[in-house]
């Protein structure tokens, strides 16, 4: 029984190898390296590749045995993907079906899937449950839309799938040896570091004009290694036989750009530069997660806090940072 973890040198995908590894299970990454890091794996087993060549993908699963796959590769960067369509298109969408052929032509059936809290766009409701329409806004959200309905189209053909719509991921490893990199995220943590370190100018904070308590947007941002946790539940949800479902990671609490950089001030002693810049196009005020189904089903809940959050990337980004 071998996990195979698509984009498992990614931020996301390598501290879920790690607690896989943890764990005692056999894994083997495939990832091209376009924007994951080999060192994050240890001595995990990486396949130098793309899940769109379906040769390899397939020999990649005989060789190794492989029984159940979580497949975070994809490209994240929202505004790129308004600039940039046919590579979303091509990799997030034209690269799952690709997946998906080869692993079911070898008999693999169980599938995880990273899919985003952006499927609902600018909510009606919050806490945001799983019934509230999908309403993607940009084309990567988009992308992981219709790849949640091409995943639920192959539950005909033999495919069994949890689909987890993630909210905000931040946070690093607990003993500070992997994390986010700056240079391949646009997410607000490790802006905020950058911003902390002097690595950047001060950092921009977008829009101070929201109807929230401080004006700036919410946002639920949930810890790294707690988000590794909900893949093994999720693997383990399927090998016992469960029905394919989407559910939403997150802690249920809201926390404010402010807020955020607030703690990274107590946790590291330093001030964060920042300066107010007009509000982003289709940035939604506030979003946070409904996490009743998750629990119910997964058994899943965060056990991890902001200040464990914050303090684990300022760990990880004041120990790694080398200022030229
Ligand atoms: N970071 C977040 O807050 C967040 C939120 C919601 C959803 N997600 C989703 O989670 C997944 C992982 O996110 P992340 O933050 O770890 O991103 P990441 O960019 O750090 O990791 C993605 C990995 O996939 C690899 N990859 C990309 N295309 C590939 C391909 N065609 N074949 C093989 N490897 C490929 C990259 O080299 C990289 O190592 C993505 O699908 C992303 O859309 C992330």
């Known amino acids: 029984m071998t996990i195979l973890v ?23 990454v495939l990832d091209t390296l376009e924007l994951g890091i080999r060192s994050r794996l240890g001595s995990t087993p990486l396949v130098e590749g793309d899940i769109r060549d379906e040769r390899l993908v397939e020999k990649t699963v005989r060789k190794y045995g492989v029984t159940d796959v979580i497949h975070f590769a994809a490209y994240k960067a929202v505004g790129e993907s308004m600039e940039q369509p046919l590579r979303y298109w091509s990799n997030n969408v034209a690269g799952t079906i690709s997946l998906v052929h080869s692993l079911l032509a070898n008999g693999v059936e169980r599938l995880v899937f990273s899919s985003s809290a952006a499927v609902y766009g600018n909510p009606e409701h919050v806490p945001v449950t799983e019934e509230a329409p999908l309403r993607p806004e940009s084309v990567y959200a988009e992308t992981k839309s219709t790849m949640e309905s091409f995943l639920t189209s192959c539950d005909a053909i033999g495919l069994r799938s949890v689909s987890l719509r993630y909210f905000n991921a931040a946070g690093a490893s607990d003993d500070a040896v992997i994390g986010e990199d700056w240079s391949h995220s646009q997410n607000l943590v490790p802006r905020v570091m950058k911003a902390m370190l002097g690595a950047s100018g001060p950092l921009q904070v977008f829009g101070n004009d929201y109807p929230t308590q401080d004006g700036t947007c919410i946002r639920d941002y949930i810890h790294v290694v707690d988000l590794a946790d909900a893949h093994i539940k999720a693997l383990d949800y399927l090998a016992t036989g469960g029905k394919s479902i989407a559910c939403n990671v997150g802690t249920g609490m809201g926390t404010s750009v402010l807020e955020i950089i607030d703690m990274a001030e107590q946790v590291s002693g330093r001030k964060v530069p920042y300066e107010f810049a007009p509000r982003r196009a289709g940035d939604p005020t506030t979003v946070f997660a409904d996490p009743t189904l998750v629990r119910a089903i997964l058994g899943w809940k965060a056990t991890r806090d902001l200040r464990d ?5 300022w760990e990880w980004h004041s120990h790694s940072y080398k200022p030229a």
């Open 6 to 28: 698509t984009g498992g040198a990614g931020y996301i995908g390598s501290h879920t190898v790690r607690a896989l590894v943890e764990l005692g299970r056999d894994v083997v």
């Open 309 to 313: 959050i914050v303090g684990s990337a």
